[in-house]
């Protein structure tokens, strides 16, 4: 079983950063793959960045050149660095980890892009 933590999230104006942070309980984590996931109101749950227990990595259209995902597996977390936010980003963003067919979230961090 692994527990997933978001933090990082807020309001921040068109244009500015944030950076995501995913801390994941067990002693395993550099097995999983990892990815965030955003749901914003209306819509379906959508991938924005993968990083494969090996490190490969992929993005979605929408994040391509703006987001960027890493992992310290020595402590257990995952990390996504938003710049260049736009309003359309507003989403709760997800934690994802799976291995060997277990799916994990984590409860989701708010990112509100507003003026």
């Known amino acids: 079983q692994v527990q997933l933590v978001e933090s990082g999230g807020g309001l921040v104006q068109p244009g500015g950063s944030l950076r995501l942070t995913c801390a994941a309980s067990?002693?395993?984590?550099?097995?999983?793959?990892m990815a965030w996931y955003r749901q914003a109101p209306g819509n379906q749950r959508e991938m924005v960045a993968f990083m494969s227990s090996d490190g490969s990595t992929y993005y979605a259209d929408s994040a391509k050149g703006r987001f960027t995902i890493s992992r310290d597996n020595d402590k257990n977390t995952m990390y996504l660095q938003l710049i260049s936010l736009k309003p359309e980003d507003t989403a709760v963003y997800y934690c994802?980890?799976?291995?060997?067919?277990?799916?994990?979230w984590g409860q989701g961090t708010q990112v509100t892009v507003s003026s």
């Open positions: 067990g002693n395993i984590f550099s097995f999983y793959d």
């Open positions: 994802y980890a799976g291995w060997y067919g277990n799916h994990f």
